[in-house]
């Protein structure tokens, strides 16, 4: 006997799926408006060169003023900084997800801040417009170094993803370079535009620009410059840092990290007055990534004017390596102990060669 299909059944079923589902947005958007309005202030920071640095500079001073403020960023590891200061690791069940903006809130909230400072993780301007104007709703915008990171996004996703979180009302930070971009967008969204000069005195290797932002947003908040400086130095640096390691014969310093060619040749430059590279056997330790192929070649152009000696590859684009680089003995990467003496310098990619680096020559070289 042929049973009829349950169509009632199905159509109650889609229903109440439906009512559920409608339920858990209302909450979700209730709950966000209930987050954003515990805040006195919402910092969102943007860019492409010291996202991550610029979030826990302005975190570190906050805190030391005694302001409660909750700090998320998103740089070499995703991570959280509470309002005492103490830094969490995010675990994330599978790739990582713009929601994680609203969950930050959340905690921020149950954690009692005052003041959230959160580091953008969109890297698309849809991502980023969702993430601003449905989640952050921040008052106060910070626009660190514009550079080429993210390059196979395409050309003009810099200059877009700046727009998309420029906030209605409220405060944008920036530097000259930003006034051309979101000059036009002044009038129709109602922000001010706090013009930040880095000191030109400043070691470039200490990244003025950053610290000039960040000691902005403190004045803002009526901080004393006595209590900015102090939270300058108690700010822990993003694990992607630049360090430097020695050893017997040996010294590695990691530009892992520095993944814009500009800053990448600036870092050279650097070395090449403190570490006087061209007296000394200079090694460059490549790792390369299949997804970043644009990254890779752009990094190869600045290599190539530092001229040294050996490059040991890690990853894939050997033979665009080798053809590039002809000058130099290059070579596929095996062992951190068959690197050879001298200086050696590691560019590419943190992921997963530069995390292996840094901790075989912490622990080896102290």
């Not at 970043?292 to 040991?312: D, G, H, K, M, N």
Request: glycine share 8%; hydrophobic share 40%.
């Amino acid at each position: 006997m042929d049973h009829p299909f349950p169509w009632r059944f199905l159509s109650i079923l889609i229903g109440l799926l439906s009512l559920g589902y409608g339920g858990f947005l209302l909450f979700e958007v209730q709950r966000l408006r209930r987050d954003r309005a515990s805040f006195d202030h919402v910092i969102h920071v943007q860019g492409t060169r010291g996202k991550s640095t610029v979030t826990r500079l302005i975190g570190a001073i906050l805190r030391e003023a005694g302001i409660p403020t909750y700090t998320k960023v998103t740089g070499t590891v995703a991570a959280t900084i509470d309002c005492q200061g103490i830094e969490q690791p995010i675990r994330r069940l599978g790739r990582a997800n713009i929601r994680e903006q609203a969950k930050m809130m959340h905690q921020a909230r149950l954690a009692g801040s005052k003041v959230l400072v959160i580091e953008c993780m969109a890297v698309t301007p849809e991502l980023a417009e969702l993430s601003e104007k449905r989640m952050l709703k921040a008052d106060w915008v910070v626009l660190t170094q514009s550079g080429v990171d993210h390059q196979e996004a395409g050309q003009d996703a810099h200059r877009l993803l700046l727009e998309a979180v420029l906030p209605n009302q409220g405060t944008v930070f920036c530097l000259d370079e930003h006034v051309e971009t979101i000059k036009p967008f002044q009038k129709e969204r109602g922000f001010s535009i706090e013009m930040v000069h880095p000191k030109t005195e400043e070691d470039p290797s200490l990244h003025p620009s950053n610290l000039a932002l960040a000691r902005a947003v403190g004045r803002q908040m009526h901080v004393p410059d006595d209590t900015i400086e102090a939270g300058l130095k108690k700010a822990k640096p993003d694990p992607g840092v630049v360090q430097t390691y020695h050893r017997a014969d040996k010294t590695f310093v990691s530009l892992f990290a520095v993944n814009d060619p500009g800053a990448l040749k600036t870092w050279f430059e650097h070395l090449q007055k403190t570490h006087n590279l061209k007296a000394q056997t200079v090694t460059v330790l490549l790792a390369n990534r299949f997804d970043r192929p644009l990254r890779t070649l752009a990094q190869l152009q600045v290599i190539e004017s530092l001229s040294p000696q050996e490059v040991f590859v890690a990853g894939p684009y050997f033979r665009r390596v080798k053809k590039m680089l002809s000058k130099a003995h290059v070579a596929k990467f095996t062992t951190f102990e068959a690197l050879p003496k001298g200086i050696i310098i590691g560019v590419g990619n943190m992921h997963p060669m530069g995390f292996k680096a840094h901790a075989f020559f912490s622990e080896e070289g102290g």
